[in-house]
C-alpha cells in the first residue's frame, strides 16, 4: 500500500516561492468575483475567500510565508476598498494585536525572521565550548535560534533576550532548556558570555560590533547569521549547502580569517 508525504498530499509545498502565494491570492479572488455571481452575498463570498487563502496557507512550510499567504488577499481588498461589509475594529484588531507582540522599537532592529533549524550545522567544528558555558541569543524572537544553538551545544547554558514580552513568553515555552528574558538586547549585558549569536539586519552590525568588544571577554565568540560584521576580522565563515552564511568572530583575537570553513 502507498503512503502519501506530506508534500505528496500538497504539491504546493514543492512549489517555488512565491508560488504558492500567487495561487492563493488568484483562488481568493477568484472566489469573491464569483461567488456574488452565483447568488451569494458579498460579505459570505469575502469570508470564503479569506478562509479559502487561509486554509492554502496551511499546506505552507514556513511561518512567516503562512502569515502572508493568508493575509495577502484581505489586505489587498482593504487596500482596494472592497472590504465593506466588515466593520473597522475587524482590521484593528490584528493590527493592535500585531503591534502587541512586536512593538514598534524592536523593529529597529530587525523584524521577526526565525533561525533555520539546521543554519548553524558545523559550529561546533569552528567554536568549541566547553559544557556550561554560557550562550546568549541576542533577539531571540521565538526561540528558534536558540533552538538551532542547541542541536550544535547539547551541553552548553542558553540563555535568550527579547523586546517582545509575549514573544518571549512563547519561545521561552518552545526552549524550556533555555532562560529567556524580556528587555533591550542593547541594554543587557553581554559580559560573562561564551558566545552571542545575533540575527539582526546589516544596520545594526555596526552596533553589535562596539558593544561586543566593549564587554565580552578575549577569546569568546559573536556569531551572525547571513550579515558580516565590517570592521572585524571574520575567524571563520560557514557555508552549509542552501543555508544563510553564519559569520564567525573571536573577540580579541588576531587570528587570520578562515573562509568558507564548511563546504568547502
Not at 495561487?23 to 479559502?52: D, E, I, R
Not at 532592529?109 to 558555558?133: E, H, K, M, N, S
Not at 542558553?158 to 512563547?170: C, D, I, M, N, R
Not at 549569536?197 to 545594526?204: G, I, K, T, V, W
Request: contains cysteine; glycine residues 10%.
Amino acid at each position: 500500500m502507498t503512503t502519501l508525504t506530506s508534500d505528496a498530499a500538497w504539491p504546493a509545498r514543492r512549489w517555488p516561492w512565491p508560488l504558492p502565494a500567487l495561487a492563493a491570492w488568484a483562488l481568493a479572488w477568484g472566489l469573491n468575483f464569483m461567488l456574488p455571481a452565483m447568488g451569494a452575498s458579498s460579505g459570505l463570498a469575502f469570508a470564503c475567500a479569506c478562509g479559502a487563502g487561509a486554509a492554502w496557507a496551511a499546506g505552507v512550510g514556513r511561518v512567516w510565508r503562512r502569515w502572508i499567504v493568508a493575509l495577502g488577499f484581505p489586505l489587498s481588498a482593504l487596500a482596494l476598498g472592497m472590504a465593506a461589509p466588515w466593520p473597522a475594529w475587524f482590521w484593528l484588531a490584528p493590527l493592535g494585536a500585531l503591534m502587541l507582540a512586536y512593538p514598534l522599537r524592536a523593529w529597529r532592529d530587525a523584524p521577526f525572521f526565525p533561525t533555520p533549524p539546521q543554519a548553524l550545522r558545523g559550529l561546533d567544528r569552528v567554536v568549541p565550548l566547553a559544557p556550561g558555558a554560557r550562550v546568549l541569543d541576542a533577539g531571540c524572537g521565538l526561540g528558534h535560534g536558540l533552538r538551532a544553538l542547541h542541536r550544535v551545544y547539547p551541553h552548553a547554558a542558553f540563555e535568550g533576550v527579547e523586546w517582545s514580552a509575549p514573544l518571549a513568553w512563547w519561545g521561552q515555552r518552545r526552549a524550556r532548556f533555555a532562560q529567556l528574558r524580556q528587555g533591550d538586547m542593547w541594554a543587557h549585558s553581554w559580559a560573562g558570555y561564551g558566545l552571542v549569536y545575533l540575527f539582526q539586519r546589516p544596520e545594526s552590525m555596526d552596533r553589535a560590533l562596539v558593544k561586543a568588544v566593549r564587554e565580552m571577554a578575549p577569546g569568546s565568540w559573536l556569531v551572525s547569521l547571513e550579515f558580516e560584521v565590517t570592521g572585524l576580522v571574520p575567524t571563520a565563515r560557514l557555508n552549509t549547502p542552501g543555508a544563510k552564511s553564519v559569520w564567525v568572530y573571536r573577540i580579541g583575537a588576531a587570528a587570520p580569517s578562515i573562509s568558507d570553513a564548511i563546504g568547502r
